[in-house]
C-alpha cells in the first residue's frame, strides 16, 4: 500500500529537479554578468592608491648626489627635506660613486633628472659628448671646493714636486679626479697616489709622502686641528686663464688656518665649483616641468635652508651666481628675472 505514494513522490522529486538546476544556473549566470558589469567598471574607475602612484612617479624628481660620506649628498639630502611636499614634489636623493660620477648618471641613467657636480667633470665628456655644454644646465651654484696643497718642508713651490709623490684621496673623490686634471693643466708630472687622506698625511710625516691635495670646501679639518712642525705649508696656485673654463679664484687666509698661515698673509688658490645641474630638457616636456617645479620650491624656501641646522654651506649661497661654462636652467632664470621685477616694483 505505501508503494504507489511513493512511486508519486519520486515522480514529483524527479521533475522538480530540472526546474532547480534551471533556476540555480539562471541565478549564476545573472551574478555572472553582475560581477562582469562590476569588473568593467573598476577597469574603468582605478582604484584611488593607482592615482596616488601616478602622481607620486609624475613628481619624483631623481638627484644623484655622490658618496655617503661626501658633502653633496648631504646637501641633496637637506633640499629634500626642505621641497617635501608629499606626491606633489619629492626629491629623490641617490647615493653614487662620487661627485665625478653624477654626470654620467645624468647622461644615462633612468629616473635621474638633476645632480650635484663639480664643473670640470665636463671636460671628461668632450670627446665622447662634444655638446655636453649645451646638454647640460645648471640650477644652482653651491658652493666652492677650494684646492688645498700641503706639502712638506723640503718643498718650496709646485715645481718641485715632479717626480714626487702626491696623494689626491682615494677614486670618486673630487680630489681624485680634479687634482691630477689640474696638475695636467700645470704642466707638473707626479707620481700620483689615491689612497685615504689620513693615511697619506701620516706618510708625510714620515717623509714617505711629498704632498696631499685636498679639493672641497674650506676649512679642512685635518689643518685646523692637525700640530704641523715647522716648515710644513700650503703652496699657492695663481689663477690664469689655463682656469679659465672651469673653475674660480679663491683665497686661503689665517683665520681659516692660524697653524699654517701667518695673520694678514693669504695664498692664492683655485675653486672648482660644486653646481646642481640637470638635463637640458625640452620645455613643456615632463621632465621640464619635474625640474621647474624644483626649482620653484627650491628658489622659494631657500631661506629655510640657511636657517641653523643645515649645512653652514647654504648661508653663503647665493641663487644669481653663475657658473663658469654654463648657461642656467631656462626656469631658474625665468623664477630670478621675475623676483627681480617684484623687488624693483617694491616701494
Avoid at 28 to 39: F, R, S
Avoid at 258 to 281: C, D, Y
Wanted: charged share 20%.
Amino acid at each position: 500500500m505505501n508503494k504507489a505514494p511513493r512511486s508519486l513522490a519520486l515522480l514529483l522529486l524527479a521533475g522538480l529537479v530540472p526546474v532547480a538546476l534551471m533556476l540555480q544556473t539562471a541565478c549564476v549566470e545573472a551574478q555572472t554578468v553582475k560581477n562582469a558589469k562590476a569588473d568593467a567598471q573598476l577597469v574603468r574607475r582605478p582604484l584611488p592608491q593607482e592615482n596616488e602612484k601616478d602622481r607620486m612617479n609624475a613628481w619624483t624628481v631623481g638627484l644623484a648626489g655622490g658618496l655617503l660620506e661626501g658633502a653633496p649628498i648631504r646637501l641633496a639630502a637637506e633640499m629634500a627635506r626642505v621641497v617635501d611636499d608629499g606626491a606633489d614634489l619629492q626629491l629623490l636623493p641617490i647615493v653614487t660613486r662620487g661627485a665625478t660620477d653624477n654626470l654620467n648618471a645624468l647622461i644615462y641613467l633612468r629616473g635621474v633628472d638633476t645632480a650635484i657636480i663639480n664643473s670640470d667633470a665636463l671636460e671628461e665628456y668632450k670627446i665622447q659628448v662634444p655638446q655636453i655644454r649645451s646638454r647640460i644646465t645648471y640650477l644652482l651654484n653651491l658652493f666652492p671646493s677650494e684646492l688645498h696643497v700641503f706639502v712638506r718642508p723640503e718643498i718650496t713651490s709646485l715645481q718641485d714636486l715632479a717626480g714626487k709623490k702626491v696623494n689626491f684621496n682615494t677614486q670618486g673623490t673630487a680630489a681624485a679626479y680634479s687634482g691630477p686634471l689640474i696638475f695636467s693643466r700645470l704642466g707638473i708630472d707626479v707620481d700620483k697616489t689615491f689612497i685615504p687622506h689620513q693615511v697619506a698625511l701620516e706618510q708625510m710625516r714620515k717623509g714617505e709622502m711629498s704632498a696631499v691635495v685636498f679639493i672641497t670646501s674650506k676649512p679642512v679639518d685635518a689643518f685646523v686641528r692637525g700640530r704641523w712642525e715647522a716648515g710644513f705649508k700650503l703652496l699657492p696656485v695663481h689663477y690664469d686663464r689655463r682656469f679659465e673654463d672651469y673653475y674660480l679664484p679663491a683665497t686661503l687666509d689665517a683665520n681659516e688656518y692660524p697653524n699654517l698661515i701667518k695673520q694678514g698673509e693669504r695664498v692664492s688658490t683655485i675653486a672648482v665649483p660644486t653646481t646642481l645641474v640637470a638635463f637640458n630638457w625640452l620645455p613643456h616636456s615632463n621632465r621640464y616641468r619635474r625640474v621647474a617645479r624644483l626649482v620653484e620650491y627650491l628658489f622659494t624656501r631657500i631661506d629655510r635652508l640657511q636657517a641653523p641646522g643645515f649645512d653652514p654651506k647654504w648661508q653663503s649661497i647665493n641663487l644669481a651666481a653663475t657658473v663658469p661654462g654654463l648657461t642656467r636652467f631656462r626656469a631658474a632664470q625665468e623664477w630670478l628675472d621675475r623676483n627681480a621685477r617684484s623687488a624693483q616694483a617694491r616701494p
